[in-house]
């Protein structure tokens, strides 16, 4: 995916905004809509996330190839120590933690952009992307009312696009159908008996991304839909 990076900054910016504002009116200790975690789990993901990847565009900034977290085992420890936290501690967290992204972001030249992460395979510019889609899609987890169906259309066609382009060629074949694209997105070499997923781009989205069980899709030829291929 081809994208600029400094327009991506923007929808970050307002995307982090939604969910304060939706985080602003829930209990910490709710159940969120990933099993096994709270709000306050998944706040404090979002917030440790963007420090994440505050230290991934530094590195590209000075030439050093960092790790993008310490360990897994110290990311999974962060999350748990701070998940009980006041939801004041956790909207501030959120909202400096942002702060440093952009900033971070902001002191960006094209030289850095351009730096691949070994963390990911991909150049400094694909963070903001992350950013964004970490931003919309735990805005979802969340639980507070925010849906796929609030995504906007360009959000949800890049996500599918990610998606379906981590699958190689040995992937079960699909064929996927949004509404409002010209050509259908494969995975997998299709065949004649390939199901073909058709729907609201924003749908396809969010069932190839585990947020929805795909109940508005039609699937052709015989109506069943398949699991979707695994995603992070």
């Not at 505050?54 to 990311?75: I, K």
């Not at 199901?195 to 190839?208: K, N």
């Amino acid at each position: 995916m081809t994208m600029d990076p400094l327009v991506l900054l923007t929808d970050v910016d307002q995307a982090t905004e939604r969910l304060l504002s939706t985080a602003a009116q829930l209990d910490p200790t709710a159940p969120s809509r990933l099993p096994g975690w709270t709000v306050g789990h998944v706040l404090t993901h979002v917030a440790r996330n963007a420090d994440s990847f505050t230290t991934l565009l530094t590195g590209a900034r000075t030439g050093e190839d960092v790790p993008q977290y310490p360990s897994s085992t110290a990311r999974d420890e962060d999350i748990e120590a701070g998940h009980t936290r006041p939801l004041t501690e956790q909207i501030a967290d959120l909202r400096e933690s942002h702060d440093r992204f952009a900033d971070a972001a902001a002191a960006m030249t094209a030289e850095a952009w351009a730096f691949v992460l070994s963390a990911n395979g991909r150049s400094a510019a694909f963070l903001p992307w992350a950013r964004l889609r970490e931003v919309e899609v735990h805005h979802v987890d969340l639980g507070g009312g925010y849906t796929p169906e609030d995504w906007s259309d360009a959000f949800a066609v890049r996500l599918i696009r990610e998606i379906t382009g981590g699958h190689n060629l040995e992937a079960a074949p699909l064929i996927l159908r949004p509404h409002g694209l010209d050509q259908a997105i494969t995975i997998g070499v299709p065949t004649e008996s390939a199901p073909a997923v058709g729907g609201p781009t924003r749908e396809i989205a969010a069932w190839l991304a585990g947020r929805s069980d795909g109940a508005g899709l039609t699937v052709a030829p015989d109506g069943e839909l398949p699991v979707p291929p695994r995603w992070k």
